[in-house]
């Protein structure tokens, strides 16, 4: 089975950086589009960054030019870099992609388990 696993997440002080890491494991052939998401306390799931299999990206205007999403598709990874994180980007980070299985012509939409980011003094 395809999987997708978040890690990255943790406690950072507001102005501060975290990268958040999406890795792809079991038998994946290629990962087509993929983003990243986020869910607060009360607050419904957000996106937040997508990026296409040739590598074009799209933002939430609440993250523009602090976020940067990434992939490296020989390692069957995502990534997002946060910087200048403020205390309202607090949430549960969730990796998804969709994954082309080896020996399937199905694509398959594919949720991470999340990984909490906290920005607090």
């Known amino acids: 089975q395809v999987q997708l696993v978040e890690s990255g997440g943790g406690l950072v002080q507001p102005g501060g950086s975290l990268r958040l890491s999406c890795a792809a494991s079991g038998s994946v052939f290629s990962i087509y589009g993929a983003g990243w998401y986020r869910q607060a306390p009360g607050k419904q799931r957000e996106l937040v960054a997508r990026i296409t299999s040739g590598g074009s990206t799209n933002y939430a205007d609440s993250v523009k030019e602090r976020f940067t999403i990434s992939r490296d598709n020989a390692k069957n990874m995502v990534y997002l870099q946060m910087n200048s994180l403020k205390p309202e980007d607090t949430a549960v980070y969730y990796c998804?992609?969709?994954?082309?299985?080896?020996?399937?012509?199905?694509?398959?939409?594919?949720w991470g388990q999340g990984t909490l980011v906290t920005v607090s003094s």
């Open positions: 998804n992609a969709v994954v082309q299985e080896s020996g399937s012509t199905r694509n398959l939409p594919l």
